[in-house]
């Protein structure tokens, strides 16, 4: 059985760092891309970034490029968002997602994912 779990929210203040994790016990890594969505009160999901595990290949929001990095741990069936310079305008319910790869691709939308975690909060507040 597959399941996303997620770890490392909390509350930190404007420019801080926090690392998430998600633990995926059961998953093939290299037949699916991982990351993460975030969803702020009153918003809808969006996307924030993921990563291939067979080739390594990420991708990033604008908002958080150059602050937020993706990796992934295969060996230990891991990914994690390290997320540094942090703003208030980060602050949401992050969630880690799975698609499967189908015929080489992926989308990486709300309406792709194939597993969703429970979620994680993440306040940036002075």
Request: aromatic share 12%.
């Amino acid at each position: 059985q597959v399941q996303l779990v997620e770890s490392g929210g909390g509350l930190v203040q404007p420019g801080g760092s926090l690392r998430l994790s998600c633990a995926a016990p059961g998953f093939t890594m290299n037949h699916y891309a991982f990351g993460w969505f975030r969803q702020a009160p009153g918003k809808g999901r969006e996307r924030v970034s993921c990563i291939s595990p067979s080739d390594g290949n990420t991708d990033y929001a604008d908002s958080v490029k150059d602050r937020f990095t993706i990796t992934t741990d295969n060996a230990k069936n891991t990914v994690y968002l390290q997320m540094n310079s942090l703003k208030p305008e980060d602050t949401a319910v992050y969630y880690c997602a799975a698609e499967l790869v189908r015929a080489g691709s992926y989308y990486w939308t709300v309406g792709s994912i194939d597993y969703w975690g429970q979620g994680t909060q993440v306040t940036v507040s002075s």
